[in-house]
């Protein structure tokens, strides 16, 4: 912006002017004038919904954009043929989405196998039969998927390879670790596996009797040291 924005000062609008039922006049502390665009649905806004985010038409005008930027390029498919499972992700807190309320918008598409939903992840899997059905539903669904008036991100899942090729090199890191690991060698004349000695008696009187054995009584003729309160 190279210039003020001098209408951000401005009082917000009456909303009894625009109806028509203000009787403050000129002692309106609002600012009396008309909405520029009574159609546009940015300006029939509830703080209920904005807050919930259910029919918000900022939340939709901003997500419009965001895919307006993104060039409106469907998830690109796997190159693993077998991979027939998609993913569903932005379930909403409020509300809980169950199986029944996925099958009816993925059934069209094709033959399901199964519909796992995870409500802690907010997130679910919907696995097709055939892969061309699971094509069919990511580029048809993936810009338009509403469930109860929530908005929900579609793409295709992750591959099993994958995470198993994750667990294997956690594995192989592991093994490294105990493979950089070597034993010091025992001490001189000590052979290996073998327990330490017990100390000579001699450095046991040296530093006193120990802790288990309670305190050392105090020798006679010595006062015991007072200390005042």
């Known amino acids: 912006r190279r210039a003020p924005y001098y209408k951000r000062n401005l009082p917000n609008k009456c909303s009894f002017f625009a109806a028509g039922k203000c009787t403050r006049g000129d002692r309106c502390p609002f600012l009396h004038e008309m909405p520029?665009?009574?159609?546009n649905p940015l300006a029939k806004q509830n703080i209920r919904d904005r807050y919930y985010g259910n029919n918000d038409p900022v939340a939709l005008s901003m997500m419009k954009r965001d895919k307006e930027r993104a060039g409106n390029a469907a998830p690109t498919p796997p190159q693993d043929q077998s991979m027939k499972t998609l993913w569903v992700g932005g379930l909403p807190e409020t509300q809980e989405i169950h199986e029944e309320d996925l099958r009816p918008i993925f059934a069209p598409h094709g033959?399901?196998?199964r519909i796992r939903v995870i409500p802690?992840?907010?997130?679910?899997?919907?696995?097709?039969a055939e892969?061309?059905?699971?094509e069919q539903a990511a580029s048809q669904l993936w810009?338009?998927?509403r469930v109860r008036n929530h908005e929900l991100r579609?793409?295709?899942a992750?591959?099993?390879a994958s995470n198993q090729k994750h667990q294997a090199a956690e594995e192989q890191k592991a093994q490294g670790a105990e493979q950089e690991f070597t034993p010091s060698a025992p001490p001189p004349g000590l052979a290996p596996g073998q327990a330490l000695p017990p100390p000579p008696a001699a450095l046991l009187e040296s530093y006193g009797p120990s802790p288990a054995a309670g305190p050392a009584p105090m020798p006679r003729g010595?006062?015991?040291p007072y200390y005042p309160s």
């Open 154 to 156: 579609l793409r295709w």
């Open 111 to 113: 033959t399901l196998l």
């Open 158 to 160: 992750r591959p099993p």
């Open 131 to 134: 892969r061309k059905d699971a």
């Open 222 to 224: 010595m006062a015991r």
């Open 143 to 145: 810009a338009t998927l």
């Open 36 to 39: 520029t665009d009574p159609d």
């Open 120 to 128: 802690n992840a907010r997130i679910a899997f919907v696995e097709f």
